[in-house]
């Protein structure tokens, strides 16, 4: 038998597809999702605990800190990751068929999609209303209570659990 010689241009084309391939995509995707779920999930409790804590206490600054941080290293990064690859998925999906015109495309996109992207658009949202909480808090502003706070850090539960059955069941 004889083997054939791959040229420098094959592998190195190959090897593109491999690494930006849409199913490395799709698992880069669903990990920035856990981990931007797993800090919203997170940040209101420590809000809970900043709004029982005694205002300029250790407790209060740490977790200030914390939030700041959490915001910061977990829940940021990993919301552009989410969003970036997202994009980047739903770009192939419309690829598949790009002869066709633009209105058209976006008609033939399955109804349960558009229900998953309102639902993320308002997790996106929810993230921007808890960041901004944060800045009150840390300037001392204790505008809500702690039940609040911790009945707040439900919702981004309760929109995955939708979003994920939206997407796996594609109703």
């Given at each position: 038998?004889?083997?054939?010689?791959?040229?420098?241009?094959?592998?190195?084309?190959?090897?593109?597809?491999?690494?930006?391939?849409?199913?490395?995509?799709?698992?880069?995707?669903?990990?920035?999702?856990?981990?931007?779920?797993?800090?919203?999930?997170?940040?209101?409790?420590?809000?809970?605990?900043?709004?029982?804590?005694?205002?300029?206490?250790?407790?209060?600054?740490?977790?200030?800190?914390?939030?700041?941080?959490?915001?910061?290293?977990?829940l940021?990064?990993?919301?552009?990751?989410?969003?970036a690859?997202?994009i980047?998925?739903?770009?192939?999906?419309?690829?598949?068929?790009?002869a066709?015109?633009?209105?058209?495309?976006?008609?033939?996109?399955?109804?349960?999609?558009w229900?998953?992207?309102i639902?993320?658009?308002?997790?996106?949202?929810?993230?921007?209303?808890?960041?901004?909480?944060?800045?009150?808090?840390?300037?001392?502003?204790?505008?809500?209570?702690?039940?609040?706070?911790?009945l707040?850090?439900?919702?981004?539960f309760?929109?995955?659990?939708?979003?994920?059955?939206?997407?796996?069941?594609?109703p």
């Amino acid at each position: 038998r004889a083997r054939t010689m791959r040229t420098s241009w094959e592998v190195g084309d190959a090897l593109m597809q491999h690494v930006i391939g849409y199913d490395l995509a799709r698992g880069l995707h669903i990990i920035a999702v856990i981990a931007w779920v797993a800090g919203l999930l997170m940040l209101p409790r420590f809000y809970a605990y900043i709004t029982s804590s005694q205002s300029g206490g250790e407790l209060e600054q740490t977790m200030l800190k914390a939030a700041k941080n959490l915001r910061a290293i977990i829940l940021t990064p990993s919301l552009i990751v989410a969003w970036a690859f997202g994009i980047f998925l739903f770009a192939t999906y419309l690829v598949s068929d790009w002869a066709r015109p633009f209105p058209e495309l976006v008609a033939a996109v399955p109804h349960w999609f558009w229900g998953k992207l309102i639902l993320v658009l308002g997790l996106s949202g929810y993230h921007g209303f808890l960041s901004a909480e944060g800045r009150k808090l840390a300037a001392g502003q204790r505008r809500h209570s702690e039940r609040y706070w911790r009945l707040m850090s439900e919702i981004p539960f309760l929109v995955a659990i939708a979003v994920v059955l939206l997407a796996t069941l594609e109703p």
